[in-house]
């Protein structure tokens, strides 16, 4: 698990990472000058001021915690002849409390309003040079930094936090900057953002299998514009052949269909294939299955605002409940008696259109299913009886032989392996196979015969010499 530490440090990399970048490419653009140079700092030593306060030497520990680093860009124009001019600084800095990441491992809180301006306050250079400040803070701010503007002169501030969803929540309170400059201090490029769009549409692949999905929730959910999930979208239904995208009344809805092939899309089968086309019923099963699978689609996405609905009308009416018990006045008590009566009904009448949705949903998911066993019945252009009779009987002859041959394979390499052996291979595999009694008096009968030949052998010379004799 990842302690908050290590959590403010990996975002204080990723966000001076993403800033380096989109800054370094933007320069002469929208920064002023026109040439830059850049200068890196950090406040290590008041990260070792803390920990010497609490009386903590580890630098083990020193390494997992921010470092409070960041740079600074000035640009310069041309004054004179060879001199120049500072025309504009952009600093982008992190801001995260050492003493609540020292102090245990819970997340740190968010960072207040007086804490931003002091640490703006310190990185101002010279207040006649336009500043553009960016601060990040890996715990959040406070609200009351989000929409109080900062009262500096020549200073531009962009707060900077990261979101659970997993980007950025990046804002210019006062407005002196416009939309293209704040873009620059978003570290998640749109590569990133595209690629965060397509894991959300595979962790709600579950969703498209019996509705859609729509640009705009998931846009409100995830913190992307819309076009840009749209965008998604479509790099999604290229890679999927079975994805589809679809736009009407302004809405754009991502939902599965049926696969259909590139050359009948795109217009470039041939003339003879075309002529095909129009006298068979092939591709008409996959072009009924898109457009079941679209108008499924948007009564889901209906059916799933009604739910939204009817859980918000509960709610209210849970709190009318609750304040008509708490008070005590009689006339009240009729008020909110008649309000909760018509949130019945309202309730009531939501949950009929629901389920009569549901119903819709439920006669297309059942034609769409009969469709896609159509047309895999007919992709698939199974074999006839015929044609499986007699492959199973060129089968079953065909092992017949197999059959036959490998005995009689077996029968030579039996037969050659006998022929092959020697008599004294036989003698030794006579031995071998014998038991452990039979060896054991071949064995004495050998060493006793072995014995037994010196003995003889001056005998047989005696008798030799003899004869000779």
């Given at each position: 698990?990842?302690?908050?530490?290590?959590?403010?440090?990996?975002?204080?990399?990723?966000?001076?990472?993403?800033?380096?970048?989109?800054?370094?490419?933007?320069?002469?653009?929208?920064?002023?000058?026109?040439?830059?140079?850049?200068?890196?700092?950090?406040?290590?030593?008041?990260?070792?001021?803390?920990?010497?306060?609490?009386?903590?030497?580890?630098?083990?520990?020193?390494?997992?915690?921010?470092?409070?680093?960041?740079?600074?860009?000035?640009?310069?124009?041309?004054?004179?002849?060879?001199?120049?001019?500072?025309?504009?600084?952009?600093?982008?800095?992190?801001?995260?409390?050492?003493?609540?990441?020292?102090?245990?491992?819970?997340?740190?809180?968010?960072?207040?309003?007086?804490?931003?301006?002091?640490?703006?306050?310190?990185?101002?250079?010279?207040?006649?040079?336009?500043?553009?400040?960016?601060?990040?803070?890996?715990?959040?701010?406070?609200?009351?930094?989000?929409?109080?503007?900062?009262?500096?002169?020549?200073?531009?501030?962009?707060?900077?936090?990261?979101?659970?969803?997993?980007?950025?929540?990046?804002?210019?309170?006062?407005?002196?900057?416009?939309?293209?400059?704040?873009?620059?201090?978003?570290?998640?490029?749109?590569?990133?953002?595209?690629?965060?769009?397509?894991?959300?549409?595979?962790?709600?692949?579950?969703?498209?299998?019996?509705?859609?999905?729509?640009?705009?929730?998931?846009?409100?959910?995830?913190?992307?514009?819309?076009?840009?999930?749209?965008?998604?979208?479509?790099q999604a239904a290229k890679a999927d052949p079975e994805l589809r995208v679809s736009r009407q009344d302004g809405e754009v809805m991502l939902y599965r269909g049926a696969s259909m092939s590139s050359d009948r899309e795109n217009g470039s089968m041939s003339l003879s294939d075309r002529i095909k086309s129009l006298f068979s019923r092939q591709g008409e099963e996959a072009r009924k299955i898109n457009e079941l699978s679209e108008r499924r689609g948007r009564l889901s996405v209906k059916l799933d605002r009604i739910y939204e609905e009817i859980g918000k009308l509960e709610d209210k009416e849970s709190q009318l409940f609750k304040d008509g018990k708490a008070t005590a006045s009689k006339v009240a008590k009729r008020r909110f008696a008649g309000q909760i009566a018509q949130l019945q009904k309202d309730i009531s009448?939501?949950?009929?259109?629901?389920?009569?949705?549901?119903?819709?949903?439920?006669?297309?998911?059942?034609?769409?299913?009969?469709?896609?066993?159509?047309?895999?019945?007919?992709?698939?252009?199974?074999?006839?009886?015929?044609?499986?009779?007699?492959?199973?009987?060129?089968?079953?002859?065909?092992?017949?032989?197999?059959?036959?041959?490998?005995?009689?394979?077996?029968?030579?390499?039996?037969?050659?392996?006998?022929?092959?052996?020697?008599?004294?291979?036989?003698?030794?595999?006579?031995?071998?196979?014998?038991?452990?009694?039979?060896?054991?008096?071949?064995?004495?009968?050998?060493?006793?015969?072995?014995?037994?030949?010196?003995?003889?052998?001056?005998?047989?010379?005696?008798?030799?010499?003899?004869?000779?004799?």
């Open positions: 698990m990842t302690t908050a530490a290590e959590h403010a440090l990996e975002t204080e990399s990723a966000y001076l990472a993403g800033l380096s970048a989109n800054l370094g490419s933007s320069a002469g653009g929208v920064m002023p000058g026109k040439w830059f140079d850049r200068q890196e700092f950090d406040r290590a030593d008041r990260v070792k001021a803390e920990m010497v306060d609490r009386r903590i030497y580890d630098r083990s520990i020193l390494a997992k915690l921010p470092q409070g680093r960041g740079f600074a860009v000035r640009g310069y124009e041309r004054r004179w002849i060879f001199g120049k001019r500072l025309r504009g600084v952009t600093i982008a800095s992190v801001l995260s409390p050492p003493g609540p990441l020292l102090e245990s491992e819970k997340p740190a809180p968010p960072v207040s309003l007086g804490e931003v301006m002091s640490h703006v306050r310190s990185l101002v250079e010279n207040d006649k040079t336009p500043h553009v400040i960016a601060v990040c803070s890996p715990s959040g701010f406070e609200e009351s930094a989000w929409n109080t503007p900062v009262d500096l002169p020549n200073v531009a501030l962009v707060l900077v936090q990261p979101e659970t969803t997993g980007g950025w929540r990046v804002n210019n309170a006062d407005g002196k900057l416009n939309e293209r400059q704040c873009r620059l201090f978003d570290p998640e490029d749109i590569n990133k953002k595209i690629e965060r769009v397509r894991r959300a549409v595979e962790e709600r692949s579950a969703d498209l299998l019996t509705g859609g999905l729509l640009a705009s929730s998931m846009a409100d959910g995830l913190g992307l514009p819309e076009r840009l999930v749209a965008e998604a979208f479509a009448r939501h949950n009929t259109s629901a389920a009569i949705l549901g119903k819709q949903i439920n006669v297309i998911s059942t034609h769409i299913h009969n469709l896609e066993l159509a047309q895999a019945g007919s992709v698939a252009e199974l074999p006839s009886s015929e044609e499986l009779t007699e492959a199973a009987v060129n089968a079953e002859e065909i092992l017949e032989q197999l059959g036959a041959s490998d005995a009689l394979v077996s029968s030579l390499e039996v037969g050659m392996a006998e022929a092959s052996v020697s008599a004294d291979e036989a003698a030794i595999l006579k031995e071998l196979e014998a038991g452990p009694t039979e060896r054991t008096a071949g064995g004495e009968a050998g060493r006793i015969g072995e014995k037994a030949a010196p003995e003889a052998q001056p005998k047989r010379r005696d008798a030799d010499q003899a004869q000779a004799e």
